[in-house]
């Protein structure tokens, strides 16, 4: 699976749109793109996944960049609940179904 | 519909003891994994199983041993713990190989003094 980076902390006031970015240059056309969370002593949650189309939903809007290298979560009115740890993941289809967690990126929501 | 369910939530023990974490899924789901979280060191994968009956290794599986004996729980098993093997665990599920994502425990926090 191909490896992602991400910046290890990002902060955002509370209301406005935090914007969670994601490289993964060495993606490949069977990757997937998948967004985790896992907020304080908690386990990991599902958000939204993606292959080159953007994709919304309940929690989230995930935008591919047309050459699939990167991608951006989109929390769009960010609350303080919404302060956790975020997890790009980059997965092939057809594999044995195991995901590789990095170390995300924490987004604080402040006042 | 409980999701994943993790027992014990948390658990002392001394170095050499002995112990079994206990994963359990009412959805059905195929494929069950079980993690360590170390701190600035993410998720890292210990075994993992693609059905009832059935194991693999993940990344870290050494000192661990896991058994699958019915489709709705994953059991992980230390026989000698050590200081090394102080972390959260967390349990996952997933229904397929093209399934939309994981289902998690809450985790459960072992301290081997």
């Known amino acids: 699976d191909a490896k992602t980076t991400q910046p290890p902390s990002m902060d955002c006031a509370e209301g406005r749109a935090a914007n969670l970015p994601c490289n993964h240059s060495t993606i490949s056309g069977n990757e997937y793109v998948y967004w985790y969370r896992q907020i304080h002593s908690q386990g990991p949650q599902y958000i939204i996944h993606g292959l080159k189309n953007n994709e919304t939903n309940e929690m989230a809007s995930l935008i591919i960049t047309e050459d699939r290298k990167s991608s951006t979560l989109i929390l769009p009115h960010a609350t303080l609940r919404d302060t956790a740890v975020y997890y790009c993941i980059v997965r092939a289809t057809g594999t044995a179904s195991k995901l590789t967690f990095g170390t995300g990126t924490r987004l604080q929501v402040t006042l | 519909n409980a999701g994943v369910t993790q027992t014990p939530k948390f658990r002392v023990l001394k170095t050499g003891q002995s112990m079994t974490l206990l994963c359990a899924q009412d959805m059905n789901h195929e494929y069950m994994y079980w993690y360590r979280q170390d701190p600035g060191m993410g998720l890292r994968l210990i075994h993992y199983s693609v059905g009832e009956g059935t194991t693999a290794k993940g990344e870290v599986p050494d000192g661990y041993n896991v058994s699958r004996l019915k489709k709705q729980n994953f059991l992980l098993g230390l026989e000698s713990a050590a200081p090394s093997q102080t972390s959260v665990y967390f349990c996952?599920?997933?229904?397929?190989?093209?399934?939309?994502?994981?289902?998690f425990g809450s985790g459960t926090r072992l301290t081997v003094v």
């Open positions: 996952a599920s997933s229904y397929s190989l093209t399934s939309l994502g994981y289902t």
